[in-house]
C-alpha cells in the first residue's frame, strides 16, 4: 500500500505565496506520474500540474506562469510552489502519484489541503 501526506495549505492574502508538500511512503517500487489536483466548492476537480519521473511537466494554463511543480525522487515527493496568489486558487489542493506497489500500477490519492486566498 501507499500512503500520500500533503502539506503547506493555509490562509494567504492575494498575491502572496504557499508551498505545497506532499510525501508518499509505503511499500513503493517506482512512481510513474505525480500531480496536484485541485477542487473548489461546487466545482469539479481539475489537474493544477504533473510531473513524470523523468521531469517534465505540465500545467493548467490558468496557473502557468505562477506555479512551478517540481519532484524529489529520491524521497517519493512532489512540491508545489504557488506565487502570485489568486483568490480564484482557493480550493481543496490534492497529490495524486501513479505507482508501482506489490507488482501493479495504481492511482493514489492523498486526503487533501485547503489553500484559501483572501482578497
Known amino acids: 500500500q501507499v500512503q500520500l501526506v500533503e502539506s503547506g495549505g493555509g490562509l494567504v492574502q492575494a498575491g502572496g505565496s504557499l508551498r505545497l508538500s506532499c510525501a508518499a511512503s509505503?511499500?513503493?517500487?517506482?512512481?510513474?506520474?505525480m500531480c496536484w489536483y485541485r477542487q473548489a466548492p461546487g466545482k469539479q476537480r481539475e489537474l493544477v500540474s504533473s510531473i513524470t519521473s523523468g521531469g517534465s511537466t505540465n500545467y493548467a494554463d490558468s496557473v502557468k506562469g505562477r506555479f512551478t511543480i517540481s519532484r524529489d525522487s529520491a524521497k517519493n515527493a512532489v512540491y508545489l510552489q504557488m506565487n502570485s496568489l489568486k483568490p480564484e486558487d482557493t480550493a481543496l489542493y490534492y497529490c495524486?502519484?501513479?505507482?508501482?506497489?506489490?507488482?501493479?500500477?495504481?492511482?493514489?490519492w492523498g486526503q487533501g489541503t485547503q489553500v484559501t486566498v483572501s482578497s
Open positions: 495524486h502519484a501513479h505507482a508501482f506497489s506489490s507488482l501493479v500500477y495504481r492511482d493514489y
Open positions: 509505503g511499500t513503493i517500487s517506482s512512481i510513474d506520474n
